[in-house]
């Protein structure tokens, strides 16, 4: 158990819809990261906040935003869902905002139907 | 801009022999390298991690990996392998100029036969 926690584990979407992921995490982490899993995209960073500012912005499209609030749990928002989005999303934290080591939750998993 | 390459995206090994996950790499600064494992239907978890230093670094059950700067590899092995390391493996980066995001590769999944 790596300490960062995810809800919901799973969820089943309609394509044109909207769902909020939420990760809280490890106790002290300030930093957390999004990542989504996917079959075709691999493992590709999405989004870094650090203490309630993003930090650092990947491949991440605009139907997509997230923010950290000040108990430093992050939501992830996705919105006009389409069959492509349908993948696994990882929140990961780490105690600094360049901090090395990325402590991993057990991920959401996102079908869009 | 950074990437990572995992040569094998399969590697069948029988139980107790040695197995060597590949991975190259290609940045123009000075990186930071991990190997993470997936257990199926789990989050990733941090088996080892090149910062500095040694380069031939130990990380949990048993595994190690050398980094090769020359060759910009970072090649991920085990002397004796159990069925228990079935899973799937990942390479990352990270370079100083990157802020700290991890740049992955493909992934290469170890299948361990009895």
């Known amino acids: 158990d790596s300490g960062v926690t995810q809800t919901p584990k799973h969820l089943i979407t309609a394509t044109g819809q909207r769902v909020t992921l939420r990760c809280s995490p490890r106790s002290g982490d300030l930093s957390v990261y999004w990542y989504q899993q996917s079959l075709d995209q691999g493992l590709q960073f999405l989004i870094q906040y650090y203490n309630g500012e993003e930090r650092a912005k990947g491949n991440i499209l605009e139907r997509f935003s997230a923010q950290q609030f000040p108990d430093l749990h992050s939501e992830l928002n996705l919105s006009s869902l389409e069959l492509g989005d349908s993948a696994l999303y990882f929140c990961?934290?780490?105690?600094?905002?360049?901090?090395?080591?990325?402590?991993f939750g057990p991920g959401t998993r996102l079908t869009v139907l | 801009a950074q990437s990572v390459t995992q040569l094998d995206s399969q590697v069948p090994v029988f139980e107790e022999a040695p197995v060597e996950l590949r991975c190259n790499y290609s940045s123009s600064v000075s990186v930071y390298l991990f190997w993470y494992v997936q257990y199926p239907n789990q989050g990733l978890q941090l088996l080892l991690k090149y910062l500095s230093g040694s380069t031939l670094v130990k990380g949990i059950n048993g595994f190690e990996a050398e980094f090769n700067k020359s060759q910009t590899s970072f090649h991920l092995r085990k002397p004796s392998v159990h069925i228990s390391d079935t899973a799937e493996y990942f390479c990352a980066v990270r370079s100083n100029n990157a802020g700290n995001m991890l740049t992955f590769g493909g992934g290469t999944r170890l299948m361990v036969k009895p």
């Open positions: 990961a934290s780490s105690r600094g905002a360049d901090y090395n080591e990325q402590f």
